[in-house]
């Protein structure tokens, strides 16, 4: 089956590092994705990587791909409190239409 | 600029009533898609929709309907049937390519 599990909260302090976890279980995924959503507002598709990569860099943003444990992060460099939302791992399997969403962890970013 | 538009942002329903949310999309997406959000249960699929006239049931496609017949178009009638129907909901929509969705900004819908 298709499960996407994250810890449902991270609390830091503005200027540290993030590092939101995500695990999947199906080891057929081909791209996983990170969205973003503030608060009532819809899902904001931050980055994505293939999965015949191990990482991922886009300026503030990093993503770690470990495919033999199926385990996927998101570090988020010099946190600052407009990165307080929650975040929204993703997995596709098959087709563009087969996205599974996981349950979101919220991000409370300390002052 | 290009986007996609859900109406109303918050709704509410009596009991016993149909209601219709409003999904409309100037991407020239060929794919759309409502989802429903649950604090704590992340979001599941309804329905999706991959070409005009043409849709198919999601996880929990139980007591909602759909249609597609313009491709800008994809509004979600949540009915009588659904016997917990408050929730938040986002309609999203997608090319036939790798580069995830694209989401509205949502709509709200309580039962009262």
């Known amino acids: 089956g298709e499960d996407v599990e994250q810890s449902l909260f991270l609390s830091v302090r503005e200027g540290d590092s993030s590092v939101i976890n995500c695990t999947y279980t199906?080891?057929?995924?081909?791209?996983l994705y990170w969205y973003k959503q503030e608060p009532g507002a819809g899902l904001q598709l931050l980055t994505y990587?293939?999965?015949?990569?191990d990482m991922k860099q886009d300026q503030r943003l990093t993503v770690l791909l470990n495919k033999k444990d199926k385990h996927l992060s998101l570090r988020i460099a010099d946190t600052q409190t407009g990165d307080s939302a929650i975040y929204f791992c993703?997995?596709?399997?098959?087709?563009?239409?087969?996205?599974?969403f996981g349950t979101g962890t919220k991000l409370q970013v300390i002052p | 600029d290009g986007g996609i538009t859900q109406s109303p942002k918050y709704l509410f329903r009596k009991e016993g009533q149909n209601v219709t949310l409003s999904c409309e999309q100037n991407?020239?997406?060929?794919?759309m898609y409502w989802y429903r959000q649950d604090p704590g249960q992340g979001l599941r699929l309804i329905y999706y929709?991959?070409?005009?006239?043409?849709?198919q049931k999601g996880d929990i496609a139980e007591g909602y309907s759909v249609s597609r017949e313009k491709k800008e178009s994809f509004p979600l009638t949540v009915t009588s049937a659904q016997k917990n129907p408050t929730a938040f909901y986002l309609c999203?929509?997608?090319?036939?390519?790798?580069?995830?969705?694209?989401f509205g900004s949502g709509t709200r819908l309580t039962v009262v």
């Open positions: 999203a929509s997608s090319p036939q390519s790798d580069y995830g969705y694209t």
């Open positions: 991407l020239n997406h060929d794919a």
């Open positions: 990587i293939f999965s015949n990569m």
């Open positions: 993703a997995e596709r399997v098959g087709g563009y239409q087969k996205v599974t």
């Open positions: 929709s991959q070409i005009v006239n043409d849709f």
């Open positions: 199906d080891s057929s995924s081909t791209y």
